[in-house]
């Protein structure tokens, strides 16, 4: 014992240092997402996880590099939160995540799985939105928008510069996204971004049409982005706009 502690050497300033580093990566990755990550870098999906986009309540989102020189984003669902506990009503009553144990950490997969799959069904769409590329686990790999090193900015950042054009995009995908039996369920100026047209993201609680509370989502959807591009000075009929996105 006593040449156990004799043999502990003084902690050095590199000690700290990295005893620091890891402190700030373990409050980004907890340990299952760190191994996770390494398993998806082993298997030669990515070469590096370049740098946080975005580090929100849920999710962060890091800009990635595949093997072949890809930029992607990378969105890692945070295991450690439990407001998805309470988000319980977006998986409830949704035939594809009826088998999910309520626990936050199946809960958390299942909103990574979910996001995966409505950014599967936008694609069939033909909404504007990322192409989902691989999911493992609670983490989401998808196409970068962006240019260069840089990510395209949302909508509540760079404003509108045609608001008439922008809101009939939007619109329409959203009509589209009906169409093929989903409602975003989080749309707003935050959850766009805009590239040469706008493009939707944040699907995680995204919700079929089948889902006894669709109907109150899309409403909600719809008036808040009829809500930000009336203030553009753009206005129209919540109700007519609800019944041409229902109509085939
Ligand atoms: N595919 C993407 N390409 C570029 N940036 C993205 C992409 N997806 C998300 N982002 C950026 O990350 C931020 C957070 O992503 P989001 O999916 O909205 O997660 P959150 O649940 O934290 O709101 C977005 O506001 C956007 O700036
Ligand atoms: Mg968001």
């Given at each position: 014992?006593?040449?156990?502690?004799?043999?502990?050497?003084?902690?050095?300033?590199?000690?700290?240092?990295?005893?620091?580093?890891?402190?700030?990566?373990?409050?980004?990755?907890?340990?299952?997402?760190?191994?996770?990550?390494?398993?998806?870098?082993?298997?030669?999906?990515?070469?590096?996880?370049?740098?946080?986009?975005?580090?929100?309540?849920?999710?962060?989102?890091?800009?990635?590099?595949?093997?072949?020189?890809?930029?992607?984003?990378?969105?890692?669902?945070?295991?450690?939160?439990?407001?998805?506990a309470r988000k319980d009503e977006y998986l409830y009553a949704d035939p594809r995540f009826e088998k999910i144990k309520h626990n936050d950490r199946e809960i958390v997969r299942a909103f990574a799985r979910k996001e995966f799959k409505n950014l599967e069904l936008c694609q069939k769409g033909g909404v504007h939105a990322p192409k989902p590329y691989y999911l493992i686990d609670n983490v989401l790999i998808m196409e970068f928008l962006g240019e260069g090193e840089l990510p395209y900015p949302t909508l509540n950042v760079i404003k509108s510069e045609n608001p008439e054009k922008d809101l009939e995009l939007i619109l329409g995908d959203v009509k589209k996204m009906y169409k093929v039996g989903l409602v975003h369920a989080d749309l707003s100026e935050y959850n766009i971004i805009m590239k040469e047209a706008p493009y939707l993201i944040d699907f995680g609680q995204g919700v079929i049409t089948r889902h006894p509370s669709a109907n109150h989502f899309l409403e909600r959807d719809v008036i808040t982005i009829l809500k930000y591009f009336g203030k553009k000075g753009v206005r129209k009929d919540l109700a007519k706009v609800l019944e041409w996105i229902k109509q085939s």
């Open positions: 014992m006593a040449r156990s502690i004799s043999k502990r050497k003084k902690p050095s300033k590199d000690d700290f240092q990295l005893k620091e580093r890891f402190k700030t990566e373990s409050e980004v990755f907890d340990r299952q997402t760190l191994i996770v990550l390494s398993k998806i870098i082993k298997k030669g999906i990515l070469q590096s996880v370049d740098y946080p986009i975005s580090t929100g309540k849920e999710a962060n989102v890091f800009r990635a590099t595949t093997n072949d020189g890809t930029f992607v984003a990378v969105k890692i669902y945070k295991r450690e939160t439990s407001p998805f």
